[in-house]
């Protein structure tokens, strides 16, 4: 009824002239598909007495094998008949009706190193609110001083080498009060391949940032990211006016420019164009989340809007503790996370 619309009613056959389906799956680590995308098109004739009804349809088809059996879980459809175009689509949201977590850490790891035995050069909290379709991100500065569970006091980022990134989860866990649903973890090599694996990134830089150390030259204003660019900007620090808190303000900011090209791709070529990202952070993401649980999140995702996403730093100031330079989280930071920790929002 959707591609045929008042016609279903009136028709009495449809006589096909040519179908063609582009039929894609992606498969979990024992070989298994576990989700599959469908582009659909067809053209034919509907017949009602001696009327003749040109028909053309065009869907994208998202599946997902749930029990043994194949489900659409999404789909987009447009479709044109008598002249009269009808379309419709669904994409799912995240099925829980609670605020969900996810901690993406950035691992200071060299080439050789393993990536949960290092310090921690990026932590940012996502949150999101499925009744609303928005979400939040809030970083935490990589030097902010916490204790650890168990006990012990040092910077935040030391607690992925102490304990990978199950540690580094109870400690933020611990210092905020939220409790996470999943976590993602990458090194510089793995962050390189993966923006590269999504063709680059979009994004407004708003400020030139120059500096020789982190090989980053990037002049202010809209610019798309290769896979060195992205990496520069989502380290430098020294040349920023607010050092440690700016670099986890620009990793926000390249989180969100992420999900502006997840939603433009998936617009342009449907959710098969979701595959490559899936596979993409099965191959250089460590994480406690499945292949099929990244698909759905990427395909969640998909569906909110960048310009709904709120970004923050974790506020605090600059102190010393025993020759080391530490950030001291104040009163507002805490703020922060009993707000986030509502509903997955920063400012309701």
């Known amino acids: 009824s959707l591609p045929l619309g008042q016609a279903a009613r009136e028709l ?3 006589r096909p002239r040519r179908a ?4 894609r799956f992606l498969a979990d680590a024992n070989d298994r598909p576990v989700v ?3 582009d659909v098109t067809f053209k034919g004739i509907g017949l009602a007495g001696d009327d003749r009804r040109p028909i053309r349809h065009d869907g994208r088809y998202t599946l997902r094998r749930v029990n043994g059996r194949w489900r659409i879980v999404a789909y987009e459809v447009r479709a044109r008949t008598v002249g009269k175009p009808t379309a419709g689509g669904f994409v799912p949201g995240l099925p829980e009706r609670h605020a969900r977590f996810v901690l993406a850490i950035g691992s200071d790891a060299r080439p050789g190193q393993s990536l949960a035995g290092t310090r921690a050069d990026a932590i940012q909290i996502v949150g999101v609110d499925p009744r609303t379709g928005r979400a939040s991100i809030l970083g ?3 030097d902010s001083w916490v204790s650890f569970p168990g006990g012990g006091s040092n910077k935040i980022n030391a607690a992925l080498a102490r304990g990978g990134p199950e540690f580094l989860v109870a400690t933020v866990e611990r210092l905020t009060g939220i409790t996470f649903d999943a976590y993602v973890l990458t090194g510089f090599a793995g962050f390189r391949a ?3 694996a999504i063709g680059g990134v979009e994004i407004r830089i708003p400020f030139p940032i120059h500096d020789q150390n982190a090989d980053a030259r990037i002049s202010a204003g809209q610019t798309r990211l290769n896979a060195r660019q992205a990496l520069a900007f989502t380290r430098v620090r020294k040349v920023l006016r607010d050092g440690d808190f700016g670099r986890s303000r620009n990793q926000g900011r390249f989180i969100v420019a992420v ?3 997840l ?3 998936v617009a342009a070529r449907g959710s098969a ?3 490559p990202w899936a596979i993409a952070g099965a191959r250089h993401l460590q994480t406690n989340l499945s292949v099929s649980d990244i698909f759905e999140l990427l395909l969640s995702a998909s569906a909110f809007e960048p310009g709904r996403v709120r970004t923050d730093v974790a506020s605090g100031r600059v102190g010393n503790v025993g020759g080391l330079s530490v950030v001291f989280l104040d009163g507002a930071a805490h703020a922060q996370f009993r707000d986030l920790a509502r509903d997955g929002l920063l400012g309701g």
């Open 12 to 14: 009495e056959a449809v």
């Open 140 to 142: 935490i500065p990589r």
């Open 263 to 265: 939603r433009r791709q």
């Open 194 to 196: 993966l923006v590269k």
């Open 273 to 275: 164009a979701l595959i």
């Open 20 to 23: 063609r389906a582009d039929l």
């Open 36 to 38: 599959a995308t469908a």
């Open 259 to 261: 999900l502006g090209a």
